[in-house]
């Protein structure tokens, strides 16, 4: 079993430029996904808007079809 000495060090692990970098990129990483997810909620509400008036309209012929008529209860 092999010991290995951590070797601390006072210096930064990034400088202050590349710190700025990172800043800009997180922006433009969190405006990326908020437009992503802005853009798959609107189209799961218009997909859900338009199925549930198929889902409707479909309910809707059926049932004037297998409607008896007035005729027909009548005795």
Do not use: C, N
């Not at 951590?6 to 590349?18: G, K, Q, V």
């Not at 997180?26 to 909620?41: C, E, N, P, T």
Request: charged share 15%; aromatic share 10%.
């Amino acid at each position: 079993m092999s010991e290995t000495t951590a070797h601390t060090s006072d210096a930064p692990l990034f400088s202050e430029f590349e710190i700025e970098e990172f800043a800009a990129d997180d922006v433009v990483a969190g405006k990326a996904i908020g437009q992503m997810l802005s853009l798959l909620f609107l189209y799961t509400v218009l997909a859900m808007a338009l199925v549930s008036w198929w889902t409707f309209s479909t309910v809707s012929s059926r049932t004037a079809q297998t409607a008896p008529t007035a005729q027909a209860v009548t005795h």
